[in-house]
T-cell receptor, first 117, second 114 residues
Framework: EAGVAQSPRYKIIEKRQSVAFWCNPISGHATLYWYQQILGQGPKLLIQFQNNGVVDDSQLPKDRFSAERLKGVDSTLKIQPAKLEDSAVYLC???????????????FGPGTRLTVL | AQSVTQLDSHVSVSEGTPVLLRCNYSSSYSPSLFWYVQHPNKGLQLLLKYTSAATLVKGINGFEAEFKKSETSFHLTKPSAHMSDAAEYFCVVSDLDSNYQLIWGAGTKLIIKP
């Protein structure tokens, strides 16, 4: 079974530039998550999709971050414009269903390491 | 509100000796608890999970953890460390209070000395 795919693996940009990350979840997984992991910290949930609808985006900085999951499969996360503090690893994860449905395990991709100069 | 405290940012053990990674949590409800491992340049992988069944949970690669409600702890152990265990380990809690979102600890880096 193929895992969660993410691209690019690494990205270096200047502040105020834009950047986009792509995620392809495990086939058949209805729920998709984007996390931000700053060095030395645990991941922080940015947004959760159930199929192509947003379940939780309470911690997404909506003035600069946006995400979409068209057709309920692949997803993109965009930052525009980037700030220095956005330097982090951006992790995508997927699960069969939501935690409240009892389908707990989230499978993680390798992440995209973003450096903002 | 829920929270997770991993008591050590770094743990260093010799190969072949026991591993203990400590985790305390706070939760208003019956929580689910997890340990994830993150190897360098690889994705996070679930090691084990507690979801209100047996309090001693066995995971992959010889790891296990014991849920102790009275101590609000969920420490991760392994009898004998292997070089391949060197990684970052995260303790995670989830309950109704968080709408079942995963609340992550800051991580413990496990260093294995030859």
């Amino acid at each position: 079974e193929a895992g969660v795919a993410q691209s690019p693996r690494y990205k270096i940009i200047e502040k105020r530039q834009s950047v986009a990350f792509w995620c392809n979840p495990i086939s058949g997984h209805a729920t998709l998550y984007w996390y931000q992991q700053i060095l030395g910290q645990g991941p922080k949930l940015l947004i959760q999709f159930q199929n192509n609808g947003v379940v939780d985006d309470s911690q997404l900085p909506k003035d600069r971050f946006s995400a979409e999951r068209l057709k309920g499969v692949d997803s993109t996360l965009k930052i525009q414009p980037a700030k220095l503090e956005d330097s982090a690893v951006y992790l995508c994860a997927s699960s069969l269903g939501t935690q409240s449905e009892g389908l707990y395990e989230q499978f993680f991709g390798p992440g995209t390491r973003l450096t903002v100069l | 509100a829920q929270s997770v405290t991993q008591l050590d940012s770094h743990v260093s053990v010799s190969e072949g000796t026991p591993v203990l990674l400590r985790c305390n949590y706070s939760s208003s409800y019956s929580p689910s608890l997890f340990w994830y491992v993150q190897h360098p340049n690889k994705g996070l992988q679930l090691l084990l999970k507690y979801t209100s069944a047996a309090t001693l949970v066995k995971g992959i690669n010889g790891f296990e953890a014991e849920f102790k409600k009275s101590e609000t702890s969920f420490h991760l152990t392994k009898p004998s460390a292997h070089m391949s265990d060197a990684a970052e380990y995260f303790c995670v809690v989830s309950d109704l209070d968080s709408n079942y979102q995963l609340i992550w600890g800051a991580g413990t880096k496990l260093i294995i000395k030859p």
